[in-house]
Each structure stands twice: as structure tokens, then as C-alpha cells.
């Protein structure tokens, strides 16, 4: 029997999988995420200023300063505020503002305000992840005035001044290239969100984007579809009977992000196990449990052909896949089990088969970046307590590292709430940047 069962695996790793790409799983990153985004970036952004505007070779920024061979024009660079807002049907307005205070040897010493304002957008690139892109950007220069210049005179704007005859449109397009550095780790963090996690050791999963992220009033919505692995080969997942489509995310969410799951995506998850072996069960029959051994061997018509004193063995193998049923405030795992009840030998030699259907509960947590998957108590009583006792035990063994949820790399989540409603689960939650040692704070 459990050849068969290997062979039937075997097989259905050879069959092409579905050509349809529907989402099964998503999130939306709420107005709070994104705010949460920007002042973590900050850091980031300045960083990459001031090497870049204090360099010898940055263009000269003040109207009549000669450029020094071997002092830079800037002596500090500084971001005061740093912000994301949404624009919905399109992307994203980045706006910095930068306090620029010039060297001693510059005729101009008051602190400069440097504002750069461009768009953003996501598209997905060649190798399917995304990929954040700049473009309209816009720079202006402002000298800032002490409050006694201001009350006797009116505001005065500089704009870029660049003596190497590029003029400001040349000066604008290099300080504009910033904007293009400073996207440079969010992608490198946004290529993290495809990467392979492990389930166990020869089951890994992928989350995979469908298409370029929706922009509204209520965020960013992400649609995704999970693709197992199982020994290094993606397998053909059921079709889900109801396609999945994001919930619409809540107008004023506190939290950052709102991960989605449909029903399918769980059923899927215990398929991709129950298709890498995770779930054949070898129960033993404890001593405990001796009167109703002695029972199932008496009861057996091939009971006579064992000594009695040989131990008996369950073997619990799925004769159909496991599935997932979600209702308001709780989640349950059918199992479509077959029980061969046989004597402890060198090969196995079953005397008896049982067909067992049965629910489990499932309990649903997060931890980190883990959704962690326990089976509960089972619902029905069952004539063998073995089987009751030992099938969710075995199965949370299985479950116990959790599974990996879509993430991107130096994060993690907290503040989390999981939400079961009738053919879905809702995760709100914050987002936390984790800094390692010897690490800088960047925008992801």
C-alpha cells in the first residue's frame, strides 16, 4: 500500500502544473505601513545623500560658489522629513526635505533647504518580481532666513546654480539620481518576498505576485499565488472551487499591513504535505491499550494467523487529501484516513483496514514572520483512542516549525491579530524592522 501511495506521488509531480494563475493569499499595506516606511527610511536617505552631495565630484549648489579642488561645498547634510503618500491608480509621491549647511569658505553660511519631490510607481521586471521605479522628479533650493530677516524681508528661493554650463536642468537630473540610489536596497528587500521558505525538509514554499500592486485611498493590495515545492519540484495544486479575491481592506485600519488567506491556500498547504510524506503515521499500540489489542486480534478473521504476542501496529495513510473548512471564528481540518491495523514485524503485515473520516480543530497563531498550525481536539469520538490521541500528535510534530508567511527580508511582524471568517483569515498586524549588529536602518 505504501508503495502505491509513493508511486501516485511519484506521478503526480510528472503532470504539468495548472496554467491558470489565481491568487490564493495577499496583504494590503494600509496608510499607517506606509508612514511607518517613511520615517524608518530616513536614515537610509541621508546616508546616501551625504555621500553622494559632500563628495568632491557633487555639483556646486550655491549661486556664485567657485568649487574648491579639495574641499567639498557641504559641510553637513541633514533629513528633516521624509514622506509617502498614495496616489491612487498610479503609485506613490516621494518627498524629502534636506537642511544643506555650507562649508566656512562659501560667501553664502546659512543653512540651505534642499526639497526633492518625485513619483513612484511598482512594475513587475522580467525574473517576476517587483520593482519600484522613479520618475517626474522635481528639486528646488531655499535658503533659510533667521526670523528677524523674515519679518523684513520676503521669502527668496534659489534655484540650482552649476558653473560646469550643465545649468540647473543638468544639476536637477544628477541630484535626481539619488532618488534612483535610494531605491536600490527597497528593491533588493522587495526581491526577498519571492524567495523559498521551508515547510519541512523536502517541502519548501513560494509566494509568487500576480500582477503590479493596486493603489487606493486604503492602500497598496498585493495579489498572490503560493506555488509548493516538494524534493525541488513544484506540484499541481487542486483547483479551487471559488476563486479568491482580496476583502476590501477596512477605510482606517491602525494597523500596517493586513495579510489574506483564502480556504484554498490551507487545503493546499496539507496537500503539499501529505504529497512530500510528511503525514504517514506509524502508531504503535501502547500497553495501555493491551484489553483492546487482544479485542482487534480476537475480533480479526486473520487474527489466527499471528502469534499474539507479536505488537501491534496502526499505519494511518490518507486515501483523499486533506481539507481545510473556515466559518466565522474557527477553522477545522477534515481528514479521509485509511488504518491498517498489523503486527510489529520486519515488514509490516496488516490483518485489518478501517476507513476513518474526522475532524480536527485547527488553531491558528503568528509568530514572527511563522503562521503556527496545531490541530485541536478531535471532534468526533472514535472507537480506536489510539487513533484520537495520536493522529493531531504526530500531525503538530509536522506543523511545529509554523510556516513561513510572505514577508521581506529585516522584518517582522507584531501586533498580531488572526481573524477567521467564513472562507478566509484576516491577519492585521504591525511591521517591525529588525537592525542586526553592524547593520543600517534602510528602507524596505
Known amino acids: 500500500m505504501a508503495n502505491l501511495r509513493t508511486l501516485s506521488i511519484l506521478l503526480s509531480l510528472l503532470v504539468p502544473i495548472h496554467a491558470t494563475r489565481s491568487p490564493d493569499c495577499g496583504g494590503v499595506l494600509t496608510p499607517a505601513g506606509l508612514s511607518y516606511f517613511a520615517e524608518i527610511s530616513k536614515p537610509h536617505a ?29 559641510n553637513s547634510v541633514t533629513v528633516t522629513e521624509l514622506t509617502l503618500t498614495l496616489i491612487p491608480d498610479t503609485g506613490l509621491r516621494l518627498s524629502i526635505d534636506v537642511d544643506l549647511a555650507p562649508t566656512a569658505c562659501l560667501s553664502a553660511t546659512k543653512v540651505m533647504k534642499l526639497s526633492i519631490l518625485s513619483d513612484l510607481h511598482v512594475e513587475m521586471n522580467p525574473e517576476g518580481n517587483l520593482e519600484m521605479v522613479a520618475s517626474a522628479c522635481k528639486t528646488s533650493l531655499e535658503e533659510m532666513q533667521s526670523t528677524e530677516e523674515m519679518e523684513r524681508s520676503t521669502p527668496q528661493f534659489f534655484l540650482f546654480w552649476d558653473l560646469s554650463n550643465r545649468g540647473k536642468e543638468g544639476t536637477e537630473a544628477q541630484i535626481c539620481l539619488e532618488v534612483t540610489k535610494l531605491l536600490l536596497l527597497p528593491n533588493e528587500r522587495l526581491m526577498s518576498l519571492t ?26 493590495t498585493i495579489s498572490l499565488q503560493t506555488i509548493f515545492q516538494v524534493v525541488g519540484m513544484a506540484i499541481p495544486l487542486p483547483v479551487s472551487p471559488v476563486p479568491f479575491s482580496m ?25 503539499a504535505l501529505e504529497m512530500a510524506g510528511a503525514f504517514n503515521m506509524t502508531i504503535p499500540v501502547s500497553r495501555a491499550n493491551e484489553e483492546q489489542k ?26 483523499s487529501s486533506p481539507r481545510v473548512v473556515l466559518e466565522e471564528g474557527k477553522a477545522a481540518l477534515k481528514l479521509f484516513l485509511t488504518v491498517h ?29 511563522r503562521m503556527m498550525i496545531s490541530a485541536d481536539a478531535l471532534l468526533e469520538e472514535l472507537f480506536l483512542p489510539t487513533i484520537r490521541e495520536e493522529i493531531p500528535a504526530q500531525m503538530n510534530v509536522v506543523l511545529s516549525e ?34 542586526r549588529p553592524g547593520e543600517q536602518i534602510t528602507m524596505s
Open 195 to 220: 524567495a523559498q521558505f521551508p515547510v519541512t525538509p523536502s517541502c519548501q514554499v513560494q509566494y509568487l505576485p500576480l500582477a503590479a500592486p493596486m493603489f487606493s485611498e486604503q492602500g497598496i
Open 402 to 435: 509554523g510556516v513561513f508567511l510572505p514577508h521581506i527580508s529585516s522584518f517582522t511582524y507584531t501586533d498580531v491579530n488572526v481573524m477567521i471568517h467564513k472562507d478566509y483569515v484576516l491577519i492585521p498586524c504591525n511591521l517591525k524592522l529588525q537592525v
Open 247 to 271: 476583502p476590501e481592506p477596512a477605510s482606517s485600519s491602525p494597523s500596517h499591513l493586513t495579510l489574506a488567506f483564502s480556504e484554498h491556500f490551507y487545503s493546499s498547504l496539507f496537500f
Open 341 to 369: 491495523v498489523g503486527a510489529e514485524t520486519p515488514a509490516f503485515q496488516s490483518f485489518l483496514s478501517v476507513n476513518v473520516d474526522m475532524t480536527a480543530g485547527l488553531l491558528l497563531s503568528v509568530v514572527d514572520t
Open 46 to 74: 541621508e546616508t546616501v545623500l551625504r555621500q553622494d552631495l559632500m563628495a568632491p565630484t557633487a555639483p556646486n549648489l550655491f549661486r556664485g560658489a567657485t568649487k574648491p579642488s579639495s574641499r567639498n561645498q557641504i
Open 294 to 319: 487482544i479485542s482487534i486480534w480476537r475480533d480479526s478473521p486473520m487474527g489466527s494467523l499471528f502469534q499474539e504476542d507479536l505488537p501491534v501496529m496502526l499505519q494511518a495513510v490518507f486515501r
